[in-house]
């Protein structure tokens, strides 16, 4: 049986196994609670009942196989009832026990034993809650929860069995179809999940709450499946600080730490990453009820200009347009709202037309009118009953008939959270309006569904990310001159330039044409410059002569290189390994102050001559290259193909490269040169 067909029996089984003591019971009582329609047998060697069912003493005393089991026994007897299923074709199951690889090296060894013993059955944990799903009532869950049974909903992934307690509780009006808490994924990845969820039609998105991406080859191949099916993802990724991973002598390394590398894969996947709970938690009802958006334009409507403003100002921080109003529907909403009111989106409607729901229903049909991607009206209720809410339920009354006429996409959003009681989003969800809480919140949520749905159009294109290969012999350092030949048969331009020794500098320097650049040549020299081994600018052989008898005494190999310029901009381009990703791609503002600007952009490989396009002119530094002030402008295509060529090294060298700088590449006026680098590669 292939592994969608085996999860597909785990999460959805006729008959349960339950395994252990007290916390099989609460799962047990949990699963009676949901009313489950199929079998319930508890094992227990030590006792005759559970919960009113009689015991059996093993997995082999079962009436048949068992198509789901709920495992909560110590760890060393998980592992030896994992082997017993397995071995009899059971259809998986919950290891809830803890005491594994999140414990210690012995812990490790046993989570080695676990998924030896699993085989080919999936097994979800150890260290983990199970799972409650509510498209087929079924729960193999010890603790509390607060969803329930729902045609179609998310699917929510993830590591923490509290956090997936949580998340069940939430009062945002979200539809949940799974939650699922995978613990220390031993058996089973997170693109294992993702496969078996994008094959349901009930389930409407995905969110994803995780700590680390095992397989991420894997992973993108998964999620690249996903947009293809036209299944939206969210993520929220904690242990967002620095790597702390072995010293790398390159600035590549220390500029791109590993949350970059997660940033990367997300935008490269059109998954939404979401800074807090609240963000994911509106963003997924977004994408589940609205969907992913063809554009990110923006029609706002709000009967305050302290709103209108709010929202302007949110909008930008998101990357949402708010275009200007046709002609046609200026003329419209003037003749409606009078000439005291300001004409612009964001609208203010004022209050002139507030409780008149002839003037808000043309007011809003006007607005829909523009063609929006989506269009939000902000409604915050007063606390009591309806005989408060009237005006407001005329305005909900409102916008939803004009977005019947219309066909256009259009949600109420509060300001505040708490501004929209439960009783008003569920009279929203059945008039098929979105209930939104939180501005911040539902405008970014917007802004995701945009990003989404645009990878969605191109999901042919997107590339997985390279599977990380790497052969860890010896560790070798190239030194500037051996690494930047090989990265001239690579494609790389570099300076005409020679490696000799202290007496003859003087004489290839004039060979060459001053002025003429010197520099050590040594491989245990990353940075020549911290320690005064190298000279710019040398104008003639005293010079140069002189610049040697300051570097001789420590030093006896030489490069004397042609001076690179006229100089445009300097970039770095730089390749390092991650132990998850493998190697990726680094570029941004270069030279000496590299470390000092915020500049950088990290990009994962393969990649798209678009994609490093997108990321040059995202950068400050791009500034510099596209004629700043009038400034002649860089060779933009050439600064290309020069990170092209840099990019399939690394590639065509994915098992031995450890990382590789181009600090800087000189960009001219016309063409580009790399006039220093580094490479470490292993034998």
């Not at 496969?195 to 999620?223: K, Q, T, W, Y």
């Not at 029609?299 to 305050?304: D, E, P």
């Not at 921080?317 to 046709?326: D, F, G, I, N, Q």
Request: glycine share 8%.
């Amino acid at each position: 049986m292939d592994k969608g067909s085996s999860l597909a029996r785990l999460f959805a089984p006729k008959t349960i196994a339950f395994f252990g003591g007290n916390d099989a019971a609460d799962a047990i009582q949990q699963c009676q609670s949901a009313n489950f329609e199929g079998e319930i047998w508890p094992v227990n060697p030590k006792r005759n009942t559970l919960c009113g069912l009689t015991c059996y003493p093993s997995a082999n005393a079962l009436p048949s196989v068992p198509d789901a089991s709920f495992i909560a026994t110590p760890p060393i007897p998980s592992v030896e009832i994992v082997r017993e299923l397995s071995l009899s074709g059971a259809g998986g199951a919950v290891c809830f026990a803890s005491g594994f690889a999140e414990l210690n090296e012995a812990g490790a060894g046993l989570q080695e034993q676990l998924l030896e013993a699993a085989g080919e059955m999936p097994v979800i944990g150890p260290n983990c809650h199970g799972f409650l799903n509510y498209l087929d009532n079924v729960i193999l869950w010890p603790d509390q929860h607060g969803g329930s049974l729902t045609d179609r909903g998310v699917a929510l992934v993830t590591q923490s069995g509290n956090f997936g307690i949580n998340l069940s509780m939430q009062q945002r009006s979200l539809d949940i179809g799974y939650v699922v808490t995978i613990g220390n994924k031993s058996c089973l990845g997170l693109h294992d999940y993702i496969d078996f969820l994008i094959e349901d039609p009930r389930v409407s998105a995905i969110g994803l709450h995780l700590e680390s991406i095992d397989c991420v080859n894997e992973f993108s191949m998964a999620a690249i499946r996903a947009l293809k099916a036209g299944v939206p993802i969210a993520a929220i990724k904690t242990g967002r600080s620095a790597r702390g991973a072995e010293i790398n002598l390159s600035h590549t390394a220390s500029l791109a730490g590993q949350d970059h590398l997660y940033s990367a894969l997300f935008k490269r996947l059109g998954i939404a990453r979401c800074d807090t709970v609240m963000q994911f938690l509106e963003t997924l009802k977004f994408l589940s009820t609205v969907g992913t958006l063809p554009g990110n334009g923006l029609g706002s409507m709000s009967c305050s200009g302290g709103e209108a403003s709010l929202i302007a100002d949110y909008a930008d921080k998101v990357s949402l347009s708010l275009p200007t109003l046709t002609s046609v529907s200026t003329e419209k909403l003037g003749e409606i709202l009078g000439p005291k009111v300001p004409l612009s989106n964001p609208l203010d409607y004022h209050t002139y037309a507030w409780g008149d729901y002839d003037k808000l229903n043309a007011c809003f049909t006007a607005m829909l009118g523009n063609g929006f991607d989506c269009t939000m009206l902000v409604l915050d209720y007063p606390p009591g009953g309806a005989d408060q809410t009237a005006n407001w339920e005329i305005a909900e009354q409102a916008l939803t008939d004009a977005v019947e006429v219309s066909g256009h996409q259009a949600v109420i959003v509060s300001t505040l959270p708490e501004t929209m009681p439960s009783d008003v989003r569920d009279r929203l969800k059945k008039s098929g309006i979105t209930p939104m809480q939180g501005l911040e919140e539902c405008l970014f949520a917007i802004s995701a569904a945009a990003m989404i749905g645009n990878v969605q159009q191109k999901a042919d294109d997107v590339l997985p990310i390279l599977k990380p290969e790497i052969n860890k012999n010896n560790l070798l350092l190239f030194d500037e001159w051996e690494s930047k030949k090989r990265l001239q048969q690579a494609g790389l331009k570099i300076p005409n330039g020679y490696v000799c020794r202290a007496e003859e500098a003087p004489i290839i320097a004039s060979k060459i044409g001053f002025p003429v650049v010197l520099k050590v040549v040594s491989t245990e020299l990353a940075h020549k410059s911290d320690v005064g081994a190298v000279m710019v600018n040398l104008q003639n052989k005293k010079a140069v002569s002189d610049a040697i008898e300051k570097m001789s005494a420590d030093f006896d190999h030489f490069l004397v290189e042609e001076m690179a310029g006229p100089v445009v901009a300097e970039i770095i381009i730089g390749v390092s390994r991650d132990e998850a990703f493998g190697l990726s791609l680094l570029i941004g503002a270069g030279g000496i102050l590299v470390e000092l600007l915020d500049d950088t952009v990290s990009l994962l490989l393969p990649v798209q001559k678009s994609e490093i396009e997108d990321a040059m002119r995202s950068l400050k530094v791009f500034n510099l290259i596209d004629s700043h002030r009038g400034r002649e402008r860089g060779d933009f295509d050439a600064t290309i193909d020069a990170i092209m060529a840099v990019a399939q090294f690394a590639v065509d060298n994915n098992a031995t490269l450890a990382e590789l700088d181009v600090n800087p590449l000189i960009i001219q006026p016309k063409g580009v040169i790399a006039v220093d680098a580094l490479i470490r590669q292993y034998e």
